[in-house]
């Protein structure tokens, strides 16, 4: 039987423990250890973006992060973006927009939009499309998700002030 490694973390704002073996993703632990599925395992090779997270604040493939590398970090999915009664405006833009078939693609667009709004509340159309770019979407193509995080910026831009 392989070791276990005891870990902790803050995952969406609450702090966590839980057991993990070497070998296994964040990807895995998040999914099958902390019941956290919003992030999907599309690829399992980092090509798809479909199982983003924010690691201390910056979007990485889950799937290709090892759980014990984020031993004391604090992770968001995309479980964590919404409060109790609000959608984050991502997620309520995403819905107006009509920028989702599947969902599959959906969380990990969704947190990488989050980290490029935390750090540039007005991207240009480039700018999105450039962040946005490590993560694939099948069924919609990208005018919508890009049209979506352009309405999503303008919200937070306005509740800002």
């Keep these: 039987m392989a070791k276990k490694h005891h870990l902790s973390a803050v995952v969406n704002g609450e702090p966590v423990e839980f057991l ?12 099958d ?3 956290l599925t919003g992030a999907k395992e599309g690829c399992n090779n980092g090509n798809c ?7 201390d604040g910056l979007p990485v493939n889950s799937c290709l992060v090892l759980a014990v590398e984020a031993d004391g970090c ?15 405006p991502l ?9 989702l078939q599947c969902g599959v693609c959906t969380p990990g667009f ?29 069924c919609t193509g ?6 979506a995080v352009q309405h999503a910026a303008a919200r937070l831009r306005e509740a800002r002030t």
């Design 33 to 35: 250890v902390l019941h």
């Design 91 to 99: 997620q309520q833009c995403f819905l107006e927009d009509a920028a």
């Design 142 to 147: 990208y005018d919508k998700i890009v049209r």
């Design 110 to 138: 969704l947190v990488a939009a989050k980290a490029l709004l935390d750090k540039n509340p007005n991207p240009s159309e480039q700018e999105i499309r450039f962040e946005l770019a490590n993560n694939l979407c099948r």
């Design 20 to 31: 993990c073996e070497a070998r296994q993703s964040l990807l895995e632990v998040l999914r």
């Design 49 to 55: 973006g479909a199982c983003t997270v924010l690691l």
């Design 74 to 88: 604090r992770i968001t999915t995309v479980e964590g973006l919404a409060d109790a009664t609000h959608l984050h």
